[in-house]
């Protein structure tokens, strides 16, 4: 019960401006069946930026937003795109913290292309430096990009089992699952990558970490030259860089 005694206080600050009322009831009423408190709060906090949650897309990570922190020190100018945008976290908090960079946002989901522009209006983002495409993978993409950032769903449906009953419950399965072993849309990605990229042109993309050895043979498979496995902040296998 302390996590919840946390979420509430949280909850009541950040919704609520500590003065609890009938729908503050309610919503303690939701974090006590299990639904995650960034849901119920209505959004999150990525790298500066707020994140607007009301068309449920898949909740920020930490783990993302501490690769995504790492990457932006070696940015400053160029072309980018976020893809498997999700609710556009990437590209807003890219956006936001780096003034001198374009980007395009692409995501699959109808909805969520909408919870996208939610999101670039809620933190004030130019109009003129993003858009906003509407995207099976590469399908509606046509330009070339400096910087490809991808956090595909990568889960194997066989490890189900080791995620948290919340998150099953809650968030988006097509979000979170990328077939039985996790790489379908992995594979897919990369399948395509490089004719979106410009010469010296880089790709930065979120794996599971048990995937390293699985994504290396891919790479090798679609022939790429040079690549880079890095580690999240727990000291697991989060993210490769690609060149």
Avoid: H
């Avoid at 509606?140 to 490809?148: A, Q, S």
């Amino acid at each position: 019960m302390p996590g919840i005694k946390k979420e509430i206080v949280w909850l009541l600050k950040e919704k609520y401006f500590n003065k609890p009322s009938k729908k503050f009831d309610k919503d303690v009423e939701r974090l006590k069946k299990g639904e995650p408190v960034d849901y119920v709060i209505g959004f999150t906090e990525f790298l500066g930026c707020k994140i607007d949650l009301s068309k449920k897309p898949l909740i920020p990570r930490s783990e993302t937003e501490f690769w995504l922190e790492e990457e932006l020190k070696n940015i400053k100018t160029g072309k980018a795109l976020d893809i498997f945008a999700g609710s556009g976290c990437i590209g807003v908090a890219l956006l936001k913290n780096k003034p001198d960079i374009l980007c395009d946002i692409s995501e699959k989901d109808k909805k969520l292309v909408e919870q996208i522009k939610i999101n670039c209006k809620l933190n004030n983002i130019d109009k003129k430096r993003y858009r906003v495409i509407q995207s099976d993978i590469f399908k509606n993409v046509n330009l070339k990009y400096d910087f490809i950032f991808a956090n595909p769903p990568y889960i194997a449906t066989t490890r189900k089992n080791k995620i948290q009953k919340s998150v099953l419950k809650y968030e988006p399965r097509q979000a979170l699952f990328g077939g039985k072993d996790g790489l379908a849309l992995i594979n897919k990605f990369l399948k395509d990558a490089k004719k979106y990229l410009n010469d010296s042109g880089k790709i930065f993309m979120e794996f599971d970490y048990v995937q390293k050895k699985q994504i290396e043979k891919i790479l090798k498979k679609y022939k790429y030259n040079n690549w880079e496995f890095k580690k999240d902040q727990y000291g697991k296998w989060r993210w490769v860089a690609i060149s």
